[in-house]
């Protein structure tokens, strides 16, 4: 009981319900304005105005805090992650392979889930149709979306194409470990600095919750659990049909896979962390007949490049935030969060609260959704943050496996003894 209440998602979940009681019981203390005048100045980049309300305040604050770190988590994930390229294309053709796969494989995860969002439509309902004035200058940016002012205006997407170039050539110095270490080293301590920021999310989930709940009532919930259940069930329908015809590919069952990493998979359901499960699951992807040479490559670097179940979470997520607001996207902007998302989300590995910095920066590079709605999704990320770990390891093994057996480098006679056991 005492390991539950340290736990970060004890007192989320503490603040959700907290905010749930205030929204729906107290909903004057939850609307009630800060201020009876505006500011002239902003908080950390947060619009101090008249009539923002208490818990509008808390949820916006606590998002302004993570904006703060969108620009330098991109230029220095992007820019360490293409050098990280560059020596992977070095192994030789393995690499090359991991890579295409790695891409190709996020891809698909990223599509599903922008057509399951689209089609489930989680999102519709939180907002009133009579309320939709609200957010009426999104819909305008959204019609008005033009690819020059989308470039020019854009400071997200301008970090986004540095990073790129400073990567690029940053790979092309032979002499470039003194330049790289300071990079990575520099990208170790915004992390650091993000998992102790991300303390405060049980301000902003009771926040987001007790604004959502006081403005538009207990009804929003519902949308909310209709995420959750979308999201699992699409992450349950990417591992059971398209992991499960990778494999299937060379005569592999996804089943008995999954029961012989079983252990492994309820480390990750308790820690809600991919990496947790990642030593012991190389030592069983050797034991199955996966070359030790393959599985010390393709493994650590799926943890970068292959984050099948958080791909998945932040495309439903985007679209999800779109319907909420009744925002309607273009399929030019369709094309952009997919564009975005396959480069930025490279950077959401493991680490406690990239991936909803990787959200802040997609809505922030759109420009077409209110930032401000991530508020909302505090109330529930936490919920989702274990299907997204074990969707991640299982896609990580299945890579594993495929790249083995495709490199030949695969002893079927192992899988088979532990088949036999």
């Known amino acids: 009981m005492k390991k539950f209440v340290n736990h970060l998602t004890f007192w989320v979940l503490l603040a959700i319900g907290l905010g749930i009681l205030m929204g729906h019981y107290w909903p004057e203390i939850a609307l009630k304005p800060v201020l009876a005048q505006e500011w002239k100045t902003n908080f950390l980049g947060q619009e101090l105005k008249a009539g923002k309300t208490l818990s509008e305040f808390l949820g916006g604050a606590f998002i302004s805090i993570v904006k703060l770190f969108i620009l330098p988590i991109i230029y220095l994930t992007i820019t360490v992650g293409i050098v990280n390229m560059g020596d992977l294309k070095k192994v030789g053709t393995l690499g090359g392979k991991a890579l295409l796969y790695f891409e190709i494989v996020t891809s698909v995860a990223l599509i599903i889930g922008i057509v399951v969002a689209n089609m489930i439509r989680p999102g519709d309902g939180v907002i009133p149709a009579d309320q939709a004035a609200d957010i009426s200058k999104y819909t305008q940016q959204a019609a008005s979306f033009s690819w020059i002012k989308f470039l020019k205006e854009n400071a997200t997407i301008q970090v986004l ?193 990239s991936g909803f910095v990787v959200l802040a920066s997609t809505l922030t590079a759109v420009k077409a959704i209110p930032i401000e709605g991530l508020a909302l999704l505090l109330g529930v990320d936490r919920f989702m943050s274990e299907a997204r770990a074990i969707t991640n390891i299982i896609g990580n093994g299945v890579a594993t496996i495929w790249l083995a057996n495709n490199e030949k480098e695969f002893d079927r006679s192992k899988w088979e003894t532990i088949l036999a056991k």
């Not at 400073?166 to 990575?184: A, C, M, P, Q, T």
């Not at 405060?200 to 007790?210: E, H, Q, V």
């Open 161 to 353: 194409l540095l990073a790129i170039i400073s990567g690029v050539i940053l790979s092309k110095i032979e002499n470039n470990k003194f330049v790289f270490d300071r990079l990575n080293n520099a990208s170790h301590v915004l992390f650091t600095w993000l998992k102790w920021v991300m303390y405060l999310a049980p301000i902003g989930a009771f926040g987001g919750m007790a604004f959502t709940i006081g403005k538009y009532g207990i009804k929003a919930l519902i949308p909310l659990g209709k995420l959750m259940l979308t999201v699992y069930c699409t992450m349950g329908l990417f591992v059971f049909v398209v992991l499960w015809y990778i494999l299937k590919s060379y005569r592999i069952s996804l089943l008995r896979f999954l029961n012989y990493i079983k252990e492994e998979l309820l480390i990750v359901l308790g820690t809600s962390s991919s990496e947790a499960g990642l030593p012991t699951l190389m030592k069983k992807l050797e034991n199955m007949g996966c070359a030790k040479s393959v599985v010390g490559l393709v493994v650590p670097t799926g943890y970068s490049f292959n984050l099948d179940g958080t791909t998945i979470y932040l495309s439903m997520a985007v679209i999800f935030l779109a319907q909420v607001y009744q925002v309607h996207l273009s399929w030019q902007q369709i094309f952009t969060i997919i564009g975005v998302l396959m480069i930025t989300s490279k950077g959401a590995a493991g680490v406690t609260g």
